[in-house]
């Protein structure tokens, strides 16, 4: 009885926040239907994505301080949209992310592996490495092209702002689509992902094949921070903060905890762009707030634990 009861005061307190996102300062209704709504997806996916692959990987990696950005996807799909935008082709720029975070999974997947022998802690140092790579490539983008700094500096610290074209809005319809299937089919999965956390000769016992698992595991989770970074730029902590919350007190059981990880991450990342618009005159990048609200939090768990 007492958990309904929690479920439907936060699903009152969740209606609540998306109300008051679309309609604080009484905009008109164009305002709505062309600029809030687009965002408002961005910004629910962007969350969802987030957190819930950040509960995959602590789990997977069995390091508390993992989350999506920690393998370096996302410097290598900044670098793609970043790439593709300097060039002048700002429509191609969520293709250029895309492709930028495939090869980059793709370079650490391959850097993990010793003598057919996947290695948890390579994975995590290759992540790093090819973070620090795809990073120096942007500050040589800016460098070169400091014309487009807003543009950069628009993905370096997160841009939920995005004004879309009809063709661009159709574009991301799809990927959105996309990415919530492959979020999904990563949700039924979960059974799976909890037994190999365990162990892979343990996982490998009960008949999981381990190695095609965690492949397909980090491939998928690759598609989606791509598509996220293409659109909404780099946006931190999201994906370490959320797991651990919905973990305090939901503490075992990865179905449960991917679940409510997209749910608390989706409206996390709402309110962060709220305060991110109206807590200033100007209106603040979204990674700004997530920032100052996730390293205390990085820095209490790391004494923590």
């Not at 070169?144 to 991301?172: C, K, P, V, Y």
């Amino acid at each position: 009885m007492r958990n309904k009861i929690t479920l439907a005061l936060w699903l009152i307190f969740s209606i609540t926040i998306v109300f008051i996102y679309l309609n604080i300062g009484s905009p008109s209704a164009n305002i709505i239907s062309q600029v809030r709504i687009p965002r408002l997806l961005l910004t629910l996916f962007t969350g969802m994505a987030l957190a819930g692959i950040g509960s995959i990987y602590q789990l997977m990696l069995a390091n508390p301080l993992a989350e999506p950005y920690i393998l370096g996807i996302s410097s290598g799909s900044a670098f793609g949209s970043i790439l593709a935008g300097v060039s002048g082709f700002i429509i191609l720029m969520p293709l250029g992310g895309f492709v930028g975070a495939g090869l980059t999974m793709l370079l650490v997947w391959k850097l993990a592996h010793q003598k057919g022998r996947f290695d948890k802690s390579r994975l995590l140092i290759s992540g790093v490495i090819a973070g620090m790579f795809f990073a120096a490539g942007i500050s040589l983008l800016m460098y070169l092209h400091l014309q487009d700094t807003a543009l950069i500096l628009g993905t370096l610290m997160g841009n939920l702002g995005r004004i879309f074209s009809s063709g661009e809005w159709l574009t991301f319809s799809i990927l959105l689509a996309v990415s919530l299937l492959i979020l999904a089919y990563l949700y039924f999965k979960s059974t799976a992902i909890d037994i190999l956390s365990n162990g892979d000769i343990y996982a490998g016992s009960l008949g999981i094949n381990v190695l095609h698992l965690r492949r397909e595991v980090f491939l998928l989770t690759s598609i989606v921070i791509g598509i996220c970074v293409a659109y909404a730029g780099i946006i931190g902590f999201v994906g370490l903060i959320i797991p651990h919350v919905v973990r305090f007190f939901i503490p075992s059981g990865q179905r449960r905890i991917y679940l409510f990880s997209l749910w608390a991450g989706a409206i996390f990342l709402l309110v962060c762009d709220m305060a991110a618009k109206h807590l200033l005159a100007i209106e603040l990048p979204v990674g700004v707030i997530t920032a100052f609200l996730g390293c205390p939090f990085f820095m209490w768990l790391l004494l923590r634990k």
